[in-house]
């Protein structure tokens, strides 16, 4: 049984606090409750520019993407990042608890923000999922398609991880053990990137997750997906991922199942969270892909963020 609203209050890292505190908050039916989007840049973007919206992974919110809303709003375009439902500060979808409960919200909320118009939609890990079922179910909504370290292509890695359950651990230090180790496990590849600011993030975020019991993941759901998609299909990995371990050319040849594939990109050195561990490389590349095609006066490239 979920809860419809999170019932952990969070804390975020004040790097999360200070980029949150310049973003538009604004809500969307869903469930029992309301699903939350938060907005940057709708004052300064290009509006020739398609919007471009981000979905986070499992047991995530929008903080996933911390490290690329900056150079996507320097870029000039308008970035729409929701808590998807059942996870962050969103309620729970209406029914069910996996990926595929969770386009039929999104695609009501996206008519009430965005009208007709189609957005660049960019899914990360079961996020990813979540944004080729919306791209297969309503293709409308979608112009092109970018997935980061999506599952569900059927695929299991050579060499299995475990994550640990930490919710029956009452002493903080032994859950922030279990939380950087699973970190290690799946997130990120080296031990230097779990950071205080990384182990903050995924706390809050899991605290926070309602949708459990998910198994989608581990299926071949996403790959069967694939060749419905209308819409341009660009991919983007973290060629050290822990998910595919050791299976990289069954990787792309299940994402070239879709029939307008387009990019694989492997970002070298980095783990399954990418965009985060490789953040430079990582904006860099979804900016020149995002700028394919674009005049040179409206292709922006990646800022250097100092941290």
């Given at each position: 049984?979920?809860?419809?609203?999170?019932?952990?209050?969070?804390?975020?890292?004040?790097?999360?606090?200070?980029?949150?505190?310049?973003a538009t908050r604004t809500?969307?039916?869903?469930?029992?409750?309301?699903?939350?989007?938060?907005?940057?840049?709708?004052?300064?973007?290009?509006?020739?520019?398609?919007?471009?919206?981000?979905?986070?992974?499992?047991?995530?919110?929008?903080?996933?993407?911390?490290?690329?809303?900056?150079?996507?709003v320097a870029s000039s375009?308008?970035?729409?990042?929701?808590?998807?439902?059942?996870?962050?500060?969103?309620?729970?979808?209406?029914?069910?608890?996996?990926?595929?409960?969770?386009?039929?919200?999104?695609?009501?909320?996206?008519?009430i923000l965005l009208g007709?118009?189609?957005?660049?939609?960019?899914?990360?890990?079961?996020?990813?999922?979540?944004?080729?079922?919306?791209?297969?179910?309503?293709?409308?909504?979608?112009?092109?398609?970018?997935?980061?370290?999506?599952?569900?292509?059927?695929?299991?890695?050579?060499?299995?991880?475990?994550?640990?359950?930490?919710?029956?651990?009452?002493?903080?230090?032994?859950?922030?053990?279990?939380?950087?180790?699973?970190?290690?496990?799946?997130?990120?590849?080296?031990?230097?990137?779990?950071?205080?600011?990384?182990?903050?993030?995924?706390?809050?975020?899991?605290?926070?997750?309602?949708?459990?019991?998910?198994?989608?993941?581990?299926?071949?759901?996403?790959?069967?997906?694939?060749?419905?998609?209308?819409?341009?299909?660009?991919?983007?990995?973290?060629?050290?991922?822990?998910?595919?371990?050791?299976?990289?050319?069954?990787?792309?040849?299940?994402?070239?199942?879709?029939?307008?594939?387009?990019?694989?990109?492997?970002?070298?050195?980095?783990?399954?969270?990418?965009?985060?561990?490789?953040?430079?490389?990582?904006?860099?590349?979804?900016?020149?892909?995002?700028?394919?095609?674009?005049?040179?006066?409206?292709?922006?490239?990646?800022?250097?963020?100092?941290?």
């Open positions: 049984m979920t809860s419809d609203t999170p019932v952990h209050p969070v804390q975020l890292p004040l790097e999360a606090q200070a980029l949150l505190s310049t809500e969307t039916p869903c469930g029992a409750g309301a699903m939350v989007w938060h907005i940057w840049g709708k004052d300064r973007c290009d509006p020739s520019l398609a919007p471009l919206v981000l979905l986070h992974g499992g047991s995530g919110s929008w903080t996933h993407w911390l490290r690329s809303i900056a150079p996507l375009r308008c970035v729409y990042i929701p808590d998807l439902p059942g996870f962050g500060d969103s309620a729970a979808p209406a029914q069910g608890t996996d990926a595929d409960a969770l386009p039929e919200p999104i695609a009501q909320g996206l008519q007709s118009t189609a957005c660049d939609l960019v899914g990360f890990s079961f996020g990813g999922m979540v944004a080729g079922f919306l791209a297969a179910q309503f293709p409308a909504r979608v112009a092109r398609l970018l997935l980061v370290g999506a599952p569900g292509l059927g695929i299991a890695p050579d060499t299995p991880f475990h994550l640990r359950a930490w919710r029956h651990f009452k002493d903080a230090e032994q859950r922030d053990a279990i939380h950087r180790g699973n970190l290690a496990a799946l997130m990120l590849h080296h031990p230097a990137s779990i950071t205080e600011l990384a182990l903050r993030l995924h706390v809050a975020n899991v605290l926070r997750d309602r949708m459990q019991g998910r198994s989608l993941s581990r299926t071949d759901v996403l790959a069967r997906t694939l060749p419905q998609l209308q819409c341009p299909l660009h991919a983007i990995y973290g060629r050290e991922d822990a998910l595919f371990r050791g299976q990289l050319a069954a990787l792309e040849a299940a994402l070239r199942q879709a029939p307008h594939f387009k990019a694989f990109t492997l970002i070298e050195d980095a783990g399954h969270w990418v965009q985060f561990e490789r953040d430079d490389a990582f904006n860099a590349v979804l900016l020149a892909t995002l700028n394919a095609g674009l005049p040179a006066s409206q292709a922006a490239t990646a800022p250097i963020i100092s941290r």
